[in-house]
């Protein structure tokens, strides 16, 4: 997953941006900004491990992928890292 420090500059991007919005008298396009990038961005992580556990369950193929897997073993399923 993303590193510890990722995760620090992914948020403070997110604040600086709120934040500036909000000081520039902008607090209904802030309150927007703020709720539509949480709403697409935990779209995307669902969108993700759909499309993770979809391949894990395909054989590492894709729908309308055919190229598949040359060294012939299938590889492990998708499991979600547990910490």
Not at 11 to 17: E, I, T
Not at 45 to 54: C, D, E, I, K, V
């Amino acid at each position: 997953g993303a590193g510890l420090l990722g995760s620090f500059t992914t948020f403070s991007a997110l604040a600086v941006g709120f934040v500036s919005l909000t000081a520039a008298g902008n607090g209904g396009v802030a309150l927007a900004y703020l709720a539509l990038a949480l709403v697409l961005g935990f779209g995307a992580t669902a969108l993700g491990l759909a499309l993770g556990r979809s391949v894990g369950r395909t054989g590492g193929r894709a729908a309308g992928h055919a190229a598949g897997n040359a060294g012939g073993a299938a590889p492990a399923p998708f499991t979600e890292a547990r910490e």
